[in-house]
């Protein structure tokens, strides 16, 4: 299995873009990027715009090669209504539209799925899926963080002979039992997660969110069969993000169980690129 993290906010816009390829099939999970509106009171510099685009651009081009076409959920990060050209005769496995979601994202998908035209539509909450021996499983519909207030996700798991990747989507931690099970009973080699929310701790992120995303974070750096945990999106939008207080033990943690934990750009072997955090100060 070849994970290929495509567009990250470590590499410089709000995404998790990811491309997998088995000898089986390819896969592009969520693709989109977008940028933060305002961020410190100021509005996308000139060099996240351009990036924007350069990562727009390499998912359009990525797509064209990749038989299914994932979306976890529809904030726009994740989904791009403005490029739906890429889902044509694609199979599009994506977050059911009509239930567990909330009004933003219903009428998001609404308008997305009246817009795209793939070859097969399949809604894949809680569904299982087996691409000769390429396997996938998507979960229940998880809340987009401590609560339902932005909605719901699914997360994917994708298994390939010894080879076992967990995408978690937006979690915002992991937060709950729910969404830290199932990585757990799924027994993963790689974990992609969105990670910590700490750039909005005290405001949208409470402290108790961080000490449960913690302690499951130690859960998880404890499974045996586990090599790289990737955590990146909303933790790669804090400047102090490794030295958080209890974030800096789940790197020695991680070093002492021989995982690597590491951004989606330091996975790729590229330069972390903070673009949003470093917003005025560049």
Do not use: W
Request: a negative charge; glycine letters at 6%.
């Amino acid at each position: 299995m070849e994970i290929i993290p495509l567009a990250f906010d470590s590499l410089g816009t709000r995404s998790m873009a990811t491309k997998v390829v088995t000898k089986d099939a390819s896969i592009l999970i969520d693709p989109a990027a977008a940028l933060a509106p305002k961020r410190y009171g100021l509005p996308p510099s000139r060099r996240e715009r351009e990036r924007l685009e350069e990562h727009l651009d390499l998912i359009s081009r990525k797509a064209k090669g990749c038989q299914v076409l994932i979306v976890t959920h529809y904030h726009y990060d994740h989904h791009n209504p403005d490029r739906p050209e890429i889902f044509e005769g694609k199979i599009a496995l994506v977050k059911d539209p009509k239930h567990h979601i909330n009004r933003s994202q219903k009428l998001r998908a609404s308008r997305f799925l009246d817009l795209i035209n793939p070859k097969e539509l399949i809604y894949c909450d809680s569904t299982n899926f087996k691409i000769r021996d390429t396997y996938l499983k998507f979960s229940k519909p998880v809340c987009h963080g401590s609560s339902s207030k932005l909605g719901y996700v699914v997360e994917l798991f994708i298994e390939e002979g010894d080879e076992r990747l967990v995408f978690t989507s937006d979690v915002e931690g992991p937060i709950s039992s729910d969404q830290t099970d199932f990585i757990l009973q799924n027994d993963p080699t790689t974990v992609i997660l969105d990670g910590p929310m700490t750039y909005m701790l005290g405001y949208r992120y409470s402290e108790d969110s961080l000490r449960r995303t913690i302690a499951n974070l130690r859960s998880i750096l404890g499974l045996a069969n586990l090599e790289h945990l990737i955590i990146d999106h909303h933790f790669m939008r804090d400047l102090s993000y490794k030295y958080r207080p209890g974030i800096e033990e789940l790197y020695d943690l991680a070093a002492e169980n021989g995982i690597k934990l590491t951004s989606a750009a330091e996975f790729a072997g590229k330069k972390i690129e903070m673009l949003e955090a470093m917003r005025g100060l560049t």
